[in-house]
């Protein structure tokens, strides 16, 4: 089966603190992978997105970065959170005709 | 990729068919529709997706009309269990480089007793 991991799934962290979440992915190769977020209250929105090892694409200016070291293994990442970082981040991958997506990750920033 | 509107929200009674609207007249010729759902503080599921033939399968079935500007998702027996957020995103199922989804506010669909 093709899974997605995310963790940690969730997470509290104070204002200008560091931040990593992790997803990866099982049973493909080569995989489109996507960052969403998804902030309370609000619809789904694209962060970035990667057609491969060291490729990344960002959707929107913030203060997240994302980077993919290896194949199926996609981070997002913040030097200094900021109270609007806090949401839902959801990781995503191509499947053969649509997009599948992760349990996803709270993040509160405090 | 092509805009969606649908409703805010919808109520349906449980057991009963939930019909679910969503237009795109902008939608282009390579685009399909695909339907989401949302259940809260979980990631959206993947129901049905279709090009222009309408499409079944054990979820639920996709009705696109012959312009190819509108459709509707149904639920045919809702249960409370289908009380979520539903997503209608247009975009090319195979895209040439990023097959990336735009979401759009989505309709929250309430099933009742």
């Known amino acids: 089966s093709q899974t997605i991991h995310q963790w940690p799934a969730t997470l509290v962290q104070p204002v200008g603190s560091p931040l990593s979440l992790e997803c990866t992915v099982e049973g493909t190769s080569n995989p489109n992978l996507y960052w969403y977020r998804q902030a309370a209250g609000r619809g789904l929105q694209l962060l970035f997105y990667s057609v491969g090892i060291g ?56 | 990729d092509a805009k969606t509107t649908q409703p805010t929200s919808m109520d349906c009674a449980e057991g009963r068919a939930a019909n679910l609207p969503c237009n795109h007249s902008t939608i282009s010729g390579n685009e399909y529709v695909y339907w989401y759902r949302q259940i809260h503080s979980q990631g959206p599921q993947y129901i049905i997706h279709g090009l222009k033939n309408n499409e079944t399968n054990e979820m639920a079935s996709l009705i696109i009309t012959e312009d190819r500007k509108s459709s509707t998702l149904i639920l045919p027996h809702a249960t409370l269990r289908d009380t979520a957020v539903y997503y209608c995103i247009v975009r090319v199922a195979r895209s040439s480089n990023t097959g990336k989804l735009i979401f759009g506010q989505g309709t929250t669909l309430q099933v009742k007793p």
């Open chain 1, 55 to 110: 490729q990344i694409s960002s959707e929107v200016p913030q203060n997240l970065s994302a980077s993919r070291p290896q194949d199926r293994q996609f981070i997002l990442s913040s030097k200094k959170l900021l109270l609007s970082d806090s949401g839902f981040y959801l990781c995503a991958r191509q499947g053969v005709d649509t997009i599948y997506f992760g349990e996803g990750s709270w993040l509160t920033v405090v």
